[in-house]
């Protein structure tokens, strides 16, 4: 096997003046770096006027990293319009906030292109090229049709809704049948196969096999899907949660909070429930007088993509009930709701979820959420918080042990609040073993050595080898219990 392409919408080239930490993809991929020569490419995450931009190659230790500007029209229709106004929203099952242009769809294909001649600058024909999201989805296609015939996988970080919702995208017939260009593709979930061997079976004829792999048998190359749940690094971020326990920022917040911590973290975006949250939180606290100054619910919200409108309106909402919940419940010696939209870092972040005895992760649709196995991960195996859980989030077809809720339900989440706060401490020890045993099942270390075994196996060999390697056994969702 050769080189080892990373190619993803941005790449965080390490600073070592300014001590860059890495990113959450770098992380995940940190043992595929470390083991194989490898090469990372895509945005530098720099817009500039088009006469000026340009490609540089940078050498940090044993990475390289191949990074492009880009203009700012291919900025407003390629990752601003197309990739986070049209796929993102549908992706996410919300039709209704995706807003579609053909000019948007024709800057998204133009950078793909872009990308794709790049590697063809530098591409040898052992090399392995690994795709990352959705703003990548056509780059197989533009590399088969400079003639490449490396081994190119493909996996989707974010869900994938049925076909359905799929086949109302405009031109979903263009941009979705070039994922069969790609040898192997990834989803988090059982059901995200599913889905999409559903829409490859409705929309071009290839049967769908599920659970393992799905083969190609019409025509279009050897495509394979398959699962391959994210994880993190558990026992590295068990032990920074342990340490963070005793740092001064974690020693003042807890100093001044009074009773327990209900904890969100999450960025801002309507994917994430926020609003629901809220509303299920001033359920809990009208239907829970009792608990009134003896819980404190702190949501950490960074931005993000504050130029799109929906986002800007979605922060003064969010806003809103905040402050609404604060002035009908609160008063001078306890704030029920703390809202900040500050970033922290994972240390600190660490330190809160080990203090915080509920861990509210409610999103209304996400591919994995790595905040709620982190939140697992940070808890003291002797007095453990609990995990509430939307039944909508990837990590739920893992974490079963939580209490699995529905976000589209407020007055179930407000109950699951009550009762993770008077749980028990026998049952918070049970469910933290369970829940911890599942993250070590499937920790980030191996996730990427599964991607490339699956990827470079021949297609010849048997499906229940990929099968077993690619996917961790995914059980029917079940309600909170």
Not at 383 to 393: E, H, K, Q, T, Y
Request: hydrophobic share 40%.
């Amino acid at each position: 096997m050769g080189r080892i392409f990373i190619i993803s919408n941005r790449v965080a080239v390490p600073d070592p003046k300014r001590g860059v930490q890495a990113g959450g993809l770098e992380v995940a991929l940190r043992s595929t770096l470390k083991n194989h020569t490898s090469i990372w490419l895509g945005w530098s995450g720099e817009i500039k006027p088009q006469e000026q931009c340009e490609t540089r190659t940078i050498t940090r230790g044993s990475m390289t990293y191949i990074v492009s500007d880009l203009s700012e029209e291919d900025y407003k229709e390629y990752y601003s319009g197309f990739a986070n106004q049209v796929l993102w929203p549908i992706l996410h099952y919300r039709l209704d906030l995706a807003e579609f242009t053909r000019r948007d769809l024709t800057g998204y294909l133009r950078v793909n292109e872009h990308f794709a001649d790049e590697i063809t600058k530098v591409l040898e024909p052992d090399d392995i090229v690994w795709v990352h999201d959705y703003h990548l989805i056509p780059l197989a296609r533009a590399l088969r049709e400079r003639g490449h015939r490396n081994r190119i996988g493909f996996f989707l970080h974010i869900p994938v809704p049925p076909p359905e919702i799929l086949t109302a995208m405009p031109n979903h017939d263009r941009l979705l049948p070039a994922l069969c260009d790609y040898d192997l593709v990834g989803f988090q979930t059982q059901g995200d196969c599913a889905n999409f061997a559903r829409y490859l079976a409705s929309e071009i004829g290839i049967p769908a096999r599920i659970p393992g792999a799905t083969r190609s048998t019409t025509g279009v190359g050897n495509m394979r899907i398959g699962a391959f749940p994210v994880g993190i690094e558990t026992e590295e971020f068990a032990a920074m949660a342990a340490r963070a326990q005793d740092s001064n920022f974690l020693k003042r917040v807890v100093r001044s909070v009074p009773g327990e911590i209900v904890i969100g973290v999450d960025r801002l975006d309507y994917s994430k429930g926020l609003a629901q949250r809220l509303d299920a939180y001033q359920d809990f606290l009208a239907a829970n007088p009792d608990w009134h100054g003896k819980v404190t619910y702190l949501q950490i919200t960074p931005k993000s993509r504050s130029n799109i409108p929906e986002y800007a309106e979605m922060q003064t909402l969010i806003d809103t009930k905040a402050g609404h919940i604060n002035s009908s419940f609160g008063d001078v010696s306890w704030t029920p709701v703390r809202y900040t939209n500050q970033p922290y870092s994972r240390n600190a972040l660490a330190g809160l979820y080990r203090a915080a005895r509920v861990g509210l992760i409610t999103p209304l649709r996400d591919g994995m959420n790595l905040v709620a196995k982190e939140y697992v991960a940070a808890q003291d195996p002797d007095d453990p918080g609990v995990l509430i859980l939307s039944r909508f989030a990837g990590a739920a077809a893992e974490l079963e042990a939580a209490l699995l809720v529905n976000p589209y339900d407020p007055e179930s989440v407000a109950s699951a609040i009550a009762r993770a706060l008077s749980m028990p401490r026998e049952e918070r020890v049970a469910r933290q073993r369970a829940l911890y045993a599942s993250l070590q099942a499937n920790d980030i270390s191996i996730w990427g050595a599964r991607f490339m075994k699956a990827l470079t196996r021949k297609v010849g060999e048997s499906e229940r080898v990929e099968a077993r390697s690619s996917s961790v056994s995914a059980s029917p969702q079940t309600r909170a219990r």
